[in-house]
């Protein structure tokens, strides 16, 4: 996942979310499609069992546009025994799985509660270089985060 994107190429945008977030997926998804100048492929990546959940989701933002959304059940089986604590379900981990269950060389993840306002071509045409991974500063996380860092070590958001 690195690299610009190809010209021509939807930019790809991925959400990770279970069943309880399908309702802030679907309007962070309608605020990507509504803001986007360029065509976006949207890539739901959900928990495998909650995918029976998301049809009406899926149907309501089709009546609104043309957009298609892929639906990517994902076994989080893997993530199970993980730490799990309030927000933080075994699917916040499914984004751990991108690389793998969508292999394009470039894509933007969503948190499934983030609006986006504004066109994302400019991330798009970023080129990482040899970098696989890139990350926005949250200046306003760096502020309430308990996660230990050194002066000048800037606080990036999970998401």
Same mark, same amino acid.
């Given at each position: 996942?690195?690299?610009?994107?190809?010209?021509?190429?939807?930019?790809?945008?991925?959400?990770?979310?279970?069943?309880?977030?399908?309702?802030?997926?679907? /309007?962070?998804?309608?605020?990507?499609?509504?803001?986007?100048?360029?065509? /976006?492929?949207?890539?739901?990546?959900?928990?495998?069992?909650?995918?029976?959940?998301?049809?009406?989701?899926?149907?309501?933002?089709?009546?609104?546009?043309?957009?298609?959304?892929?639906?990517?059940?994902?076994?989080?089986?893997?993530?199970?025994?993980?730490?799990?604590?309030?927000?933080?379900?075994?699917?916040?981990?499914?984004?751990?799985?991108?690389?793998? /269950?969508?292999?394009?060389?470039?894509?933007?993840?969503?948190?499934?509660?983030?609006?986006?306002?504004?066109?994302?071509?400019?991330?798009?045409?970023?080129?990482?270089?040899?970098?696989?991974?890139?990350? /926005?500063?949250?200046?306003?996380?760096?502020?309430?985060?308990?996660?230990?860092?050194?002066?000048?070590?800037?606080?990036?958001?999970?998401?």
């Amino acid at each position: 996942m690195s690299g610009a994107k190809e010209k021509g190429q939807p930019a790809a945008v991925a959400y990770c979310f279970d069943r309880h977030f399908a309702p802030y997926a679907a /309007v962070s998804t309608l605020s990507v499609i509504a803001s986007s100048k360029t065509p /976006v492929a949207i890539y739901w990546c959900v928990d495998q069992r909650d995918t029976q959940h998301l049809a009406p989701y899926i149907e309501a933002i089709g009546k609104k546009t043309a957009a298609n959304i892929q639906v990517v059940p994902v076994d989080v089986g893997e993530f199970l025994a993980w730490k799990t604590v309030h927000h933080f379900t075994p699917a916040t981990y499914l984004r751990l799985l991108l690389p793998e /269950v969508l292999p394009l060389d470039t894509l933007i993840y969503i948190d499934a509660d983030t609006l986006v306002l504004g066109d994302l071509s400019d991330l798009f045409a970023v080129d990482l270089g040899e970098r696989v991974l890139a990350g /926005v500063p949250d200046l306003a996380g760096a502020r309430v985060s308990k996660i230990g860092r050194t002066a000048g070590d800037p606080y990036l958001n999970t998401g």
